[in-house]
């Protein structure tokens, strides 16, 4: 099967126990994901193979534990500063999504605010709009 890491901000992948996992950049994913997950997210773009390429090897950093949380320009988010992202400038405020939107949609928004993934995972659409009123 090989090791997959993540290559984007954030993967969004459904087990085969039908729970959806957050992997951030630079995690990298658990050998039992289903294939069609993988195939779909390295199709996006969102994940890379790291190992079975010609003449690649996997990095030793994957030998460890991965780096779970938000990373920006290659380091976890907490390194930064308020308002020092790279770039010079703090990121866009993330966008706060409809009542109506789907629940992966407002996990996503509720981790860009900075709640826990493992807490937000845990939170239905309704109980994650009442945390985030507008």
């Known amino acids: 099967m090989g090791v997959y890491e993540v290559s984007g901000p954030l993967a969004v992948a459904k087990a085969s126990d039908g729970k959806i996992h957050y992997y951030y950049h630079g995690?990298?994913?658990?050998?039992?994901l289903p294939t069609v997950e993988l195939d779909r997210l390295v199709?996006?773009?969102?994940?890379?193979?790291?190992?079975?390429?010609?003449?690649?090897?996997?990095?030793?950093?994957?030998?460890?534990?991965a780096?779970?949380?938000?990373?920006?320009?290659?380091?976890?988010?907490?390194?930064?500063?308020?308002?020092?992202?790279p770039g010079g400038t703090a990121g866009p405020e993330p966008v706060r999504p409809a009542d109506s939107a789907s629940v992966a949609a407002w996990r996503e928004y509720a981790i860009a605010r900075g709640d826990d993934p493992a807490e937000v995972e845990q939170l239905n659409r309704k109980q994650l709009a009442e945390r985030h009123p507008e």
């Open 27 to 32: 995690s990298v994913l658990p050998p039992e």
């Open 67 to 85: 780096t779970v949380g938000p990373v920006i320009g290659g380091r976890p988010v907490g390194d930064h500063p308020a308002g020092d992202q």
């Open 43 to 65: 199709a996006t773009g969102l994940v890379r193979k790291v190992d079975g390429q010609q003449g690649t090897e996997a990095p030793a950093y994957l030998a460890g534990p």
